[in-house]
């Protein structure tokens, strides 16, 4: 996978931009990935937020429903089941290991990872809040995972893996920690067709989750390279078509939020 920004420009934009939304949240406002330092989001019809989601989050407070930022419900797709060990990659404020934390139960187990400290305090403080003891948040990187070998039943993400320099190294991380048969589940942005190098080089489009996102072929390509199978792509807005063995003639780039399964 090619990029045009070096991966320590790209984490800095990250950064930067979801620890500001972390800092700057209040329950009046949902958050957005957007600001208005770029219209990023101007150029994509695809939405993001909780009203994604297939379950009912009343129970939820807005601290943490207002912070979500993800593309997809990849709880929905994981097909959770009590006692078992999950994993977030990209963890924001919370909402998806809360979520899995009610699926799982008091025997189950889930670790959120993310790089930015403020999102790991805030969830931090989410957690409190819904007291959810069998949730844990781990400060790092998912391209290096702080996170045991062959430790968790299913991996989940919501719109982050697109903003990684490198998801080649994000897919075997989330392999080498599942154990064998586990599931990864996965919500995220991605194309038919491919960013120029001019796209690719605004960071403030990468870190808004548009320009960070590949190729239907080159991402399924990095996850069969880690060695999942049984891989299946599917467009959320058409989730009856398989795209993941298709290969992509589309001159101009068309965006799409995917749910996305593979197995270890």
């Known amino acids: 996978m090619t990029n045009f920004n070096s991966p320590e420009a790209i984490y800095e934009a990250v950064q930067d931009r979801y620890g500001r939304i972390a800092t700057d949240f209040t329950p009046q406002t949902a958050a957005s990935c957007c600001d208005e330092s770029t219209v990023c989001c101007d150029e994509t019809a695809v939405t993001f937020g909780a009203g994604l989601y297939e379950v009912d989050l009343d129970n939820l407070p807005v601290d943490v429903t207002g912070l979500s930022l993800g593309c997809g419900d990849p709880i929905a797709l994981a097909n959770l089941m009590p006692g078992q060990t999950v994993l977030d990659l990209g963890s924001g404020g919370g909402i998806d290991c809360f979520l899995a934390a009610q699926r799982v139960g008091p025997s189950g187990h889930v670790i959120g990872v993310d790089m930015t400290p403020a999102m790991i305090d805030k969830a931090n403080r989410n957690k409190a809040k819904v007291a959810a003891d069998t949730v844990e948040f781990r400060l790092g990187h998912i391209e290096d995972l702080p996170v045991a070998d062959d430790s968790v039943d299913v991996v989940v993400s919501n719109c982050v893996i697109n903003l990684s320099p490198d998801k080649t190294a994000v897919f075997r991380e989330a392999y080498r920690v599942l154990k064998p048969g586990g599931l990864l589940a996965v919500s995220d942005m991605v194309t038919q067709g491919q960013f120029s190098p001019e796209a690719r080089a605004d960071l403030a489009a990468w870190s808004g989750c548009i320009t960070g996102a590949e190729d239907v ?40 939020s995917a749910r996305i399964t593979a197995v270890k």
């Open 217 to 256: 072929a080159v991402y399924v390509a990095a996850m069969r390279q880690a060695g999942f199978s049984q891989i299946s792509l599917r467009d959320k807005a058409a989730p009856h078509v398989e795209l993941a063995g298709t290969i992509s003639l589309a001159v101009a780039p068309r965006l799409f």
